[in-house]
């Protein structure tokens, strides 16, 4: 399993819209077979701050999810509402549930 923890700084102009695309992304990205988890997190001390939980069954899983429509519409949307590069940190879960 590989979980993957994306932090996202987001220019305060785009808050909203940034939530509106990664809701459309989180709700096809769960209906894919080889995800296990994908929450949306919001910074409740800094709004423009934005943490993804992708848990994913393998690296299979991970390689076809950035094939796909979504997620490219996703980061293709994204890209002029970023403050700054987003930043990913690949995990293995050892205790979840």
């Not at 923890?5 to 220019?11: A, E």
């Not at 102009?13 to 940034?18: A, L, S």
């Not at 919001?42 to 094939?67: C, G, I, M, Q, S």
Request: glycine fraction near 2%.
């Amino acid at each position: 399993m590989i979980a993957n923890l994306v932090s996202v700084h987001v220019k305060p102009e785009f808050v909203e819209q940034f939530k509106e695309i990664t809701t459309y992304n989180h709700n096809n990205t769960r209906k894919e077979p080889g995800n296990v988890r994908f929450d949306v997190l919001w910074n409740k001390d800094d709004p423009t701050r934005f943490t993804l939980y992708e848990v994913f069954a393998d690296a299979d899983a991970v390689a076809f999810h950035k094939t796909t429509e979504h997620y490219n519409k996703w980061r293709e949307t994204v890209a002029d509402y970023m403050a700054e590069p987003r930043s990913a940190v690949s995990n293995t879960p050892i205790c979840f549930d």
